[in-house]
RNA sequence: GGGAGCAUAGCUCAGUUGGUUUAGAGCAUCUGCCUUACAAGCAGAGGGUCCGCGGUUCGAACCCGUGUGCUCCCA
C-alpha cells in the first residue's frame, strides 16, 4: 500500500466514525459490568457550538473512552436544551428578520410551529458538529429537553412540589426583562458597573408647609425659609411613580420636615416626609425619594411604611398610563426628555458622574427593570440542605475543589426563592388552572384541574412557560426516564452518572440544582465528581464573542486541522478549572504531532517489509533499547493512570506526547534503527509493533481517529482499537531506566562537544572513555557509537591526535579527531560546570556540617545529602583532571 | 463593600504532606544540518530576584503575616 507523505485527516476521520456506528461500539444498554456515565450538558438550541463546548465535549470523550477501553459499560447520553428565554429571543429575531413577522400576531401554536422548525435546524448543526469532532455519544439515546416524556416529567415535578407546599404562587419584586418581556430569576441577570449620572432635583414643600431652617445645619440651602429639598436620583424618569420622600431619622438637616408633604415634580403630586433608618445621611444629599415599583430598597421601605406602589413602566420599558406623562416613550428616551424639562423649569440642580451597578438580562442584554409582579417561585430553604450536605460531605466531589466549593457553599446557604415562570411561548406550559374567581387549580392534566375545581366553573390555563432551568435541573434523572417511569432498568442501572463536566458559570443555575433535584427526586446524588472547565478564551485573554469575532468556527478548525488535532490543541493547555488561552498554535502542534505520528508508522512499516528471523539477546545493542522502552513504557502508563484519575487530562496528554515523540521516535526506533540496506530482526520488529499498539492505545481517548487508523495499519485486524481492553501496567526496573538516562545524557553530551567545535556529522570520531565501570557500557556501547558516528570506543587507549576533552555525570569522555580543537572554548565549557558543581557542593557541605540538620533532618534525607556530596565531588574530580590534561 | 482564587523563563503552565540537586516542560527564540520516516523534520544551546517585604524552620517556590497587581463570585 501507498502510504501519503503527510496524514491527511479527512478521509481516516470520516471512515472511523461511521465504522465505530456500524459496529454500535458508542451504543450502552445495562448489562452486568459496572457503568460509567456521562450525560452531556445539553447545549442550547440557540446556534452553534463554541470553543468553550468543544473544550467540555473532548474532555467527555476522552473520559468515556479511557472507561470504555478500562472495562466499564460507557455511556454518554447526547441531547440538547431548547433554552426557553434565549431561543425565544431568537425565533423572534428571526420571524421579524427574514419573515417580516411579529410575534404578536401569531397564535401560540403558530409560533411554536416555528420554533420547533429552529428547534430541528439548530439541533441538527450541533449534533454533526458534536460527531465531527469524534464524540463516541449513544446516538440512540438523544434527549431534549422539550420531548414528549422530558415535558410530562417537568409537569409533574412541578404539580408534586406544588402539592408538597414548595411551589408557590406570589407578587414579589422581581427582575423584568423588556426585551423579551419575561421575568427573570435573580441569576439570570449579570451586573456591570457602569457611568451613569446623578441627576439633583427639587422637590418643593406643600406651600403651607414651609418652615424655617437652621442655616448651619443645611449645607445645601441658605434660605430663610426651606422652600423645597433636593433628592439625587439615577433615574429621573421613576419619579413619578414616587410615593414618599425619605431622610434618616438622625439626620437634623431633614429634622424639620416631619409630618410634611412634598411636590413630586412635573405632575405636582403631594407626597409625605417619612424617615427611615436605611437612609445614608452622606450619599447625595441624604434625602431619598421612595419609588416602591421600581426598586428592591424602595419596595421594602414601601412595605414597612405601608405606602402603595404605583407602577410606571409598561412590560416592554415605556411608560405606563399610570406615570401620566411621557406616556408610551421608551425609558431612557423619556429619561431624556424629564431631563430635559426640568432643567427648563429650573428644576434641575446640577448632574454628575457617578458609577454605578446595572443588572443586565443574561439573554438579551437589556437593562433589566426590577419590578413587582406576580410569579410563580420555588422555595430553596428545603431544597437547598441536601444538596449542600451531599457536597461538604465529600459524596459529590467537586474539581478543582479549592476555588469551587467555598462558591457552592455560600450560594446554598444564601440561597433565595427562585422566580421559575416566564412570560413566554417555547417551554414547558405551567400546569395551573384558574376558575373565574381566580381560585388556582394545580394538576397535570386539564380534566384533573377540573376534578379539582368544585363546581362547573370555567377553568383558564396559565399562560407562562417555565425557566429552562426548571427542565434542565432533571436532566440526569429524566434523560433515563426515572421521573416518567420511575424505577426503570436503565435509571437503575445508570444513576447516580460517574461525573459531570461543565463550565463553572452555571454551577448555580445547573449543578448546584440537579443536585437539589437528584436528592429531592432519587434520594441520591446525580453525580460523583463534577469536573469544571474554565472559560476559553482568545491570546489576548479576552472573552469569545460574535462581536470581537475572536470565537472561530469549530468545522473550519477541524477542516483546517483535523479534528484529533484540533482536540489535542485544546486539551494540551487546559488545566482544569483554569481559564483557557485559545491560541491556533497548539492545533498546529497537534497537526505536527499527527503527522509525526503518521511517519514513525511509516518507518515501521517499511523495516516490516524486509524482516529477517533472528533473536536478540538482551545484551545486544537493539536488546537494550527494547528493555529500556519496555520499562519507560510501563512508568508512563502508571503515571497517565494516576493523572486521568485525578482528572489531570492536560498532563497526561503532555506525557503521552512526550513519550511519543521523544523516547519512541527520538530514541528508540533511532536505536534499533537496522543499517542502511540491511534489515531488521524479526522479534525486535515485532515488539516494536506491539509497543506502537500501546502507544496508540494510550493515545486514543485523546486522538481517536489517527490512532484507530494506525493500529489498523501496523497489522491485519480482526478487532477495533475504540474497544481494545487496556491491561494492567506492568511494574518498571528503575534501573534500566536510569541507564537509558545515562545513555541519553552522554550521546547528548558529545553531540554538543561536536557542535561547539564544529565537527560535523559526518565527520567520523574516536570515543575515549574514562570509566570505573566499563562494563556496564557492554550493552549500550553499539547504540553509543552509532548516535555519535564514533568509529570506536575505546576504554583505556589514550587518544593519538587531539582531543575534546568533555564530562558527563562522573564519566570522563575524550573525544578523538582530525581537527583542530579550540582549547580555549573546552576550557571555558568545563570550567563553567566546575563553577556549577562547586556551589552546589558548598550548599550541601554548609547542610551536613550544620549540627541542627543532622539532628533534625529524618535519615534518608542525611543519607541522601551525602550521596549527593560524594557524587558532586566525583564530578569535580572528573572535571579537574580534564582540565590539568588540557594544560 | 464581602468572599474566593491566582502571581514561577518572552508566552502557556508543571512543581502531590517543606529536603533528588543552585527550579522543570511545551511553545517561541538562537545556532548547525536538504542524514534515504517526517524541514509539519533532525541535532544542539541560551533564557528565571519562583511578585515585593517580613516571619516560622537546621532548611521555604511550597507554611504564616503583610503589601502590590490580576481574575472570578456575591451584594
Redesign the pocket.
Known sequence: MDLS????PAAVEEKWYKHWLSKNYFKSVPNDRTPFTIVIPPPNVTGVLHMGHTLNETVQDILIRKARMSGFNACWVPGSDHASIATEAKVVDMLKREKGIDKKDLSREEFLKYAYEWKEKYGNIIYNQIERLGCSVDWDRVSFTMDDYYYKAVIKVFVDLYNKGLIYRGARMINWDPVAKTALS??E???K?VTGKLYYIKYYLVKSELSVVNEENNSIYNSQLTTHIVIATQRPETIMGDVAVCANPNDERYANLKGKKVIVPLINKEVPVIFDDYVDKDFGTGILKITPAHD?NDFNIGLKHNLPVVDTLNEDGTLSKAAQIYVGEDRFVARKKIVEELKQKGLLVKEEEYIT?LGYSQRTNAVAEPKISTQWFIKMRELARPALQTVTSGEVKIH?G??????YK??LE?V?DWCISRQLWWGQQIPAWYDEDGNVFVAETNEEAKKLATGNKQLTRDEDVLDTWFSSWLWPIEVFKGITEPNNKDINYYYPTSVLVTG??I??FWVARMIMAGMEYMHEKPFSDVYFT??VRD?Q?R?MSKQLGNSPDLLHLIHEYGADAVRFGIM??????????F?E??L??G??????????????K?WGEKLEVTSYQLQDTSGFAVNWFENRLNEVRT?VD??MN?F?L??AL?II??LI??D????Y??WI?PP??EKISENIYSKTISFFDELVQLLHPFMPFITEEIYHLLKERNDDLIVKQFSKAKEFNSEILQQGNTL?EI???I??A???H?I???EIIKLHIETADEKQYEPIKNILAR?TNAGSISFSTTPANSFISIVSGKEKILIETNIEIDTAAQKEKLL?DL??????????DK?LS?????????A???E??R??KL??ESKIHAIEQSLSSLE
Open positions: 507523505k503527510n496524514y491527511i435573580d441569576e441577570v449579570e451586573y458597573d428592591i451597578r478543582p479549592e476555588k469551587f466549593n467555598a462558591t455560600y450560594w444564601n433565595k463553572q458559570d454551577i448555580f474554565g472559560m491570546k485573554g472573552k494540551i493547555s487546559s488545566p482544569a478549572g483554569n481559564d483557557l488561552l491560541d498554535n497548539s498546529e502542534q497537526k505536527y504531532f499527527n503527522n509525526k505520528l503518521w511517519n514513525a508508522m511509516k518507518l515501521v517499511m503515571t494516576n493523572l485525578q489531570q492536560s498532563e503532555k506526547y512526550s515523540w521523544d519512541f521516535c527520538s530514541w526506533l533511532e534503527k542502511f540496506e541519553k550521546i547528548t553530551a553531540r554538543d561536536r557542535h561547539k564544529n560535523r556529522q559526518k548516535q563553567k563553577n556549577y558543581l562547586k556551589g552546589f557542593l558548598n550548599s550541601i547542610k550544620n549540627d541542627r540538620f543532622v539532628q533534625n533532618a529524618r534518608e534525607v542525611i541522601l545529602e550521596k549527593k557524587d558532586a
